[in-house]
């Protein structure tokens, strides 16, 4: 199965459905990633912090090497960690992420957060997390700023490490500032996006000036379930909400499916992760071929809640980004 491509303002094609990496074991991502391939998933999200970044590459590797596509046929996301924002930082760990990989360019770059923090070793901790030593109680923030960092991440595209550069968890105010001076725009946004936190404001800002948004957590609570977050725990289930399983009935889909279809139907890029080859499989089969009515997309965003789990707040980490 192909899934349709959204055109990149670098000019790039980037499919409407990935899978994520975030959370996938050592153990299990290299079989992962070549079953996934083997299904038809094309583009994958991946990122330093998810520590899982050389098995993902055996994954490529062992699938290149079988001829289940070709390099250029895949589309490989990575993201630059905070600790990393410091020019002279930006183009050595992008090499590192490249080599775990095993190869030579991303298509996408992402800057993971608008946050600076002070450089860690690779050779003392990798991925370095979000604090500044392994005791996990000091974040020290670094002074690179967004338009310093920015200017690291076009010098990557410079240099051919990074075909497209892009950026996310970032609001509108910080996207309108690094517009102002970004020589290369970024080419996509990657958000928290569900239907309990549709940040319409936002996507419709990214959209009108031409960056391609990518929804991340798209069944909402989910996700954050297996990390037991109180704010997840205490929310109700997305997959179980009766407004989304009267819709999937009705439809013959599986409530997952109609959360990702709702998000690719407005032009938003989804990239869940699942470790179930029955789900894989159908959470690609969402590009197309079958649309949700207008008043269904409207009545899944009336379920907006302004509910958001990916805050460093909520995993104890004093850096209030969306306040
Ligand atoms: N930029 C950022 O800051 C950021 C933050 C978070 C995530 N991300 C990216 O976005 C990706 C996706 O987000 P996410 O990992 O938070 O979560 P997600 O894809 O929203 O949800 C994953 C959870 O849903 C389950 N699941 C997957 N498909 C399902 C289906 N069809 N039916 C029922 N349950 C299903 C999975 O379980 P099973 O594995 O058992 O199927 C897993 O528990 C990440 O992997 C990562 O690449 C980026």
């Not at 690291?152 to 950026?167: D, H, Q, R, W």
């Not at 907006?304 to 209030?320: A, K, S």
Request: hydrophobic residues 35%.
């Amino acid at each position: 199965m192909t899934t349709p491509n959204i055109k990149l303002n670098s000019g790039h094609d980037m499919p409407i459905v990935g899978f994520g990496l975030w959370k996938v074991t050592n153990e299990t991502c290299a079989d992962q990633v070549y079953n996934a391939i083997k299904t038809g998933y094309r583009l994958f999200d991946g990122a330093c912090d998810y520590g899982n970044e050389t098995e993902c590459g055996q994954g490529v590797a062992r699938a290149l090497k079988d001829g289940l596509c070709k390099r250029s046929d895949l589309f490989i996301v990575s993201k630059l960690w905070n600790s990393f924002h410091d020019q002279p930082n930006i183009e050595p760990i992008c090499k590192k992420q490249l080599a775990d990989w095993g190869v030579d360019y991303f298509d996408l770059f992402i800057v993971h957060f608008p946050i600076a923090l002070q450089y860690v070793d690779p050779k003392d901790r990798y991925p370095p997390g979000w604090y500044n030593d392994a005791s996990g109680k000091e974040v020290k923030r670094s002074n690179a700023s967004i338009e310093e960092t920015w200017r690291g991440m076009e010098g990557l595209v410079g240099k051919g490490l990074a075909k497209s550069i892009g950026i996310s968890n970032f609001r509108g105010v910080l996207i309108m500032d690094l517009l102002r001076y970004a020589k290369i725009p970024p080419a996509t946004l990657q958000i928290e996006h569900h239907p309990y936190l549709t940040q319409t404001g936002l996507v419709k800002y990214a959209q009108e000036n031409g960056i391609a948004v990518t929804a991340y957590s798209s069944f909402g609570p989910h996700s954050f379930l297996e990390m037991d977050m109180k704010e997840a725990k205490d929310a109700p289930l997305l997959l179980d909400n009766p407004a989304i399983t009267q819709i999937a009935e009705k439809h013959g889909k599986t409530p997952a499916q109609v959360l990702l279809r709702w998000a690719t139907q407005r032009g938003v890029a989804v990239i869940p992760k699942s470790n179930n080859q029955g789900r894989l499989k159908q959470n690609l089969e969402v590009g197309g071929g079958w649309d949700l009515g207008k008043e269904e997309i409207e009545k899944i965003g009336g379920l907006d809640r302004g509910l958001r789990f990916n805050d460093p707040l909520h995993y104890g980490v004093n850096l209030p980004i969306y306040v």
